[in-house]
């Protein structure tokens, strides 16, 4: 059973900047997307971003030009750096990786808490 560990959430001044890892344990077969996601208790879960086995990558119009995601198939990680972070980015963020096409597979982190405020 694959499990994804994230961290590298926490307490961030506006405009400031934080890294989220996410990294995976087991294997899954390509091709994939791995992503991060991000709720409140106002909002359903919602994409931030995601980068495919090819390295598609896709972002909410809200963070694009802020955030990059990246990826490091060695290490089966997954990582989103953020910066110039604002209060409305305050949520829970989750790492998910789910099969593509015919591969049916789809996991998710626990989630860690990022809070913007001064």
């Known amino acids: 059973q694959e499990r994804l560990v994230e961290s590298g959430g926490g307490l961030v001044q506006p405009g400031g900047s934080l890294t989220l890892s996410c990294v995976v344990s087991?294997?899954?077969?390509?091709?994939?997307?791995m992503g991060w996601y991000r709720q409140t208790p106002e909002q359903e879960r919602v994409l931030v971003a995601e980068?495919?086995?090819?390295?598609?990558?896709t972002y909410a119009e809200s963070v694009k030009g802020r955030f990059t995601i990246s990826r490091d198939s060695g290490k089966k990680a997954v990582y989103l750096q953020m910066n110039s972070l604002k209060p409305e980015d305050t949520a829970v963020y989750y790492c998910?990786?789910?099969?593509?096409?015919?591969?049916?597979?789809?996991?998710w982190g626990q989630g860690t808490q990022v809070t913007v405020s001064s």
């Open positions: 998910r990786v789910r099969g593509l096409g015919f591969i049916h597979y789809d996991f």
């Open positions: 087991g294997s899954f077969f390509k091709p994939f997307a």
């Open positions: 980068i495919t086995s090819v390295d598609d990558t």
